[in-house]
């Protein structure tokens, strides 16, 4: 019901935008699968996703649908190397999987697939999710992406960086008693010490999402909405760069609504 609610409000404020149908409950997401179908929006919808875990009532429901859309995650819990999350999309053996996460796609009727690369946190293989999105466009073609925000939300050290109500801020308490330090800074940034600390968050947030626009990555999943106004702007910086760099070696943007067409 809540995903039916969520599709309907969405389709009224906007009807043409793709949207991810993402769950934790197995049993909704066939469910959305199947209401997608029968209300006309399954060529906008995007099945959020394939990977190891998948049950077999999923497959087919996306099987007996018109979904033609999904991610599909190369996440190998085993092996976050390039060649590991390579061989969950082409091998399997991930949770007790036969076969890629490419081919199981496949053989469910997915024609539009989007190769996720797993982010992965810092210091358990983060850097091969960033390699994974040159692997993947070089040897399967497909647009590639993921949720690298995740990165930043799952690193400890930057968590305690910042604080929260019931840990306080590391970066607040190490600038007790460097009080000239403290005003040149708050000179710099709005909503005062929030602000400084919202900023040294913001920036690996954001940042770890430039990275990867840097390295071809076609889809950003840049996580909740209220990071939209910062993020729209780096994104917006990151492509008018890669386009200005590409122009050099004679590849031009056709589509009217780039950045650099609008921005500059």
């Given at each position: ?34 209401y997608?179908t ?16 998948i ?22 819990p ?6 590991g ?105 709005l ?24 390295l071809?990555a ?34 031009e ?12």
């Amino acid at each position: 019901e809540a995903f039916e609610s969520y599709f309907q409000w969405f389709d009224s404020i906007d009807n043409k935008t793709a949207f991810l149908m993402d769950s934790s409950v197995p049993g909704a997401l066939a469910h959305a699968c199947k209401y997608v179908t029968d209300v006309g929006l399954a060529h906008r919808a995007i099945y959020n996703s394939i990977n190891g875990s998948i049950p077999p009532e999923n497959i087919e429901a996306i099987k007996n649908s018109d979904v033609d859309a999904a991610i599909v995650l190369a996440f190998n819990p085993a092996d976050p190397s390039v060649a590991g999350r390579e061989k969950t999309l082409v091998e399997g053996g991930v949770a007790g999987q036969t076969k890629g996460m490419i081919q199981i796609a496949e053989e469910a009727g997915i024609t539009r697939p989007i190769l996720d690369t797993a982010a992965t946190p810092l210091g358990l293989g983060s850097g091969g999710a960033y390699r994974e999105i040159l692997a993947c466009k070089a040897i399967h073609g497909y647009p590639t992406g993921g949720a690298y925000h995740n990165m930043t939300v799952s690193w400890t050290w930057l968590k305690r960086w910042k604080g929260s109500k019931k840990n306080p801020s590391k970066l607040v308490e190490s600038l007790k008693g460097k009080d000239a330090y403290v005003e040149q800074l708050l000179h710099h940034y709005l909503g005062g010490m929030d602000g400084v600390v919202q900023a040294a968050w913001s920036a690996p947030d954001i940042g770890c999402n430039m990275i990867a626009s840097t390295l071809g990555a076609d889809l950003i999943m840049y996580g909740p909405i209220e990071n939209v106004e910062a993020m729209i702007t780096a994104q917006a910086y990151t492509d008018i760069a890669v386009l200005e760099a590409t122009r050099q070696m004679g590849i031009e943007c056709i589509a009217e609504s780039h950045p650099i067409f609008k921005l500059i």
